[in-house]
């Protein structure tokens, strides 16, 4: 349902989930709001408008998606009833403050654990037209999976619920929710999750190490911002998702990444290291890469790195900018992998990322 076109960016020992509006308008009375106001269960953001785009950031430092949280895990009731609690209080929270009905991200995937084992949400204050009660359920039905065998008895209201019935009352849901805590009450252990976070950490860390390797899948192709609906959005290639950046973000603890732009050897086997967040390439002399090529702009290429994502974005230059051989829209970001063919105009580079110095 939610596709959203997110990164991870670290910077100053904290890491930020970005998510690009693509040229969607921000309401900026809902950001100022929020920022005056500490809402519980919704995470801090801060707006930056960055080559034509507002950017989104929101503070993720040591939280992981709750997807992530119980990938391998049996969900208990008393858990169970405390993340349902925490959605539907950030759903009333939203109404309290006149907030969009739609722009409360409601997916296992964007809904963060905290180190403390709270949940956070991300509101993004623009005009979205993926319905929330959808998301809801859908979200609601993808929790009862996650129960335990000994959930799934006392959970049966729920699931009539949210599987069978068409109805959407928030007063409804509570006293479901209610009559079901009533009933487990006693039944379930309390579960320390913040200790199950860091011990999942742990455990994913040591296995990878002993992993056999596998082969590579290919990934679908993602929307841009898919959750707006209506016309069809640039669609970017993925190797990976969102949620296998954050995983590998956890797995290596932010592990920082060389990236360089390797020419043929028909070139001399130049070797150029991308040192700053923003590297720009053209054919002016102060450019951070120049290229005399006929072909080539005086502005004709940004690269943006952050240490663990690479993206490249076309300035509208006349050669064009090329990856894999495929031409990029202007002003559109494309994520780069190891070992892509990098071409401004006839100009060609191989991105190489790797964790140790070339």
């Known amino acids: 349902m939610y596709n959203i076109y997110a990164y991870t960016h670290e910077a100053d020992s904290e890491t930020y989930l970005v998510v690009?509006?693509?040229?969607?308008?921000?309401?900026?009375?809902?950001?100022?709001?929020?920022?005056?106001?500490?809402?519980?269960?919704?995470?801090?953001?801060?707006?930056?408008?960055?080559?034509?785009?507002?950017?989104?950031?929101y503070k993720i430092t040591r939280m992981a998606t709750l997807s992530y949280v119980l990938e391998d895990r049996e969900l208990n009731i008393k858990y169970y009833l405390e993340i349902m609690d925490s959605i539907i209080e950030a759903m009333k929270v939203r109404d309290q403050y006149l907030l969009s009905e739609n722009s409360l991200i409601i997916h296992q995937d964007y809904i963060f654990v905290l180190p403390t084992g709270e949940t956070g949400l991300i509101?993004?204050?623009?005009?979205?037209?993926?319905?929330?009660?959808?998301?809801?359920?859908?979200?609601?039905?993808?929790?009862?999976?996650?129960?335990?065998?000994?959930?799934?008895?006392?959970?049966?209201?729920l699931q009539m619920l949210f599987r069978e019935s068409s109805n959407f009352d928030l007063t409804i849901i509570k006293q479901t929710l209610q009559m079901v805590r009533v009933t487990s009450e006693g039944n379930a252990p309390d579960v320390n999750i913040p200790q199950?976070?860091?011990?999942?950490?742990?455990?994913?860390?040591k296995?990878?190490?002993?992993?056999?390797?596998?082969?590579?899948?290919?990934?679908p192709k993602l929307s841009l911002f898919g959750l707006f609906g209506g016309k069809k959005e640039m669609e970017h290639d993925a190797k990976e998702s969102e949620r296998d950046d954050l995983k590998q973000s956890f797995e290596e603890g932010g592990r920082a990444k060389n990236a360089y732009l390797v020419a043929p050897k028909s070139r001399g086997d130049e070797l150029v290291k991308i040192e700053k967040k923003l590297f720009t390439v053209g054919r002016m002399d102060t450019?951070?890469?120049?290229?005399?090529?006929?072909?080539?702009?005086?502005?004709?290429?940004?690269?943006n790195f952050d240490g663990y994502?690479?993206?490249?974005?076309?300035?509208?230059?006349?050669?064009?900018?090329?990856?894999?051989?495929?031409?990029?829209?202007?002003?559109?970001?494309?994520?780069?992998?190891?070992?892509?063919?990098?071409k401004f105009y006839t100009t060609e580079y191989v991105v190489k990322i790797v964790n140790r110095d070339i």
């Open 207 to 219: 296995f990878k190490q002993n992993e056999p390797a596998k082969k590579a899948k290919s990934k």
């Open 123 to 157: 509101y993004i204050p623009t005009q979205i037209s993926t319905s929330v009660e959808t998301a809801f359920k859908n979200f609601s039905v993808w929790l009862l999976d996650k129960l335990d065998s000994q959930a799934v008895a006392a959970s049966i209201p």
């Open 287 to 303: 450019m951070d890469l120049t290229v005399n090529d006929a072909g080539v702009s005086r502005l004709h290429s940004e690269i």
């Open 196 to 205: 199950v976070y860091e011990d999942m950490a742990g455990e994913r860390k």
């Open 20 to 57: 690009p509006l693509d040229g969607r308008s921000l309401i900026t009375y809902q950001e100022d709001m929020l920022a005056e106001n500490k809402l519980p269960h919704y995470l801090p953001f801060f707006s930056k408008f960055e080559s034509t785009v507002y950017n989104l950031y």
């Open 309 to 342: 994502s690479l993206y490249v974005t076309d300035k509208g230059s006349k050669g064009g900018t090329f990856v894999n051989n495929k031409r990029l829209a202007p002003e559109q970001p494309k994520k780069l992998h190891d070992n892509d063919a990098l």
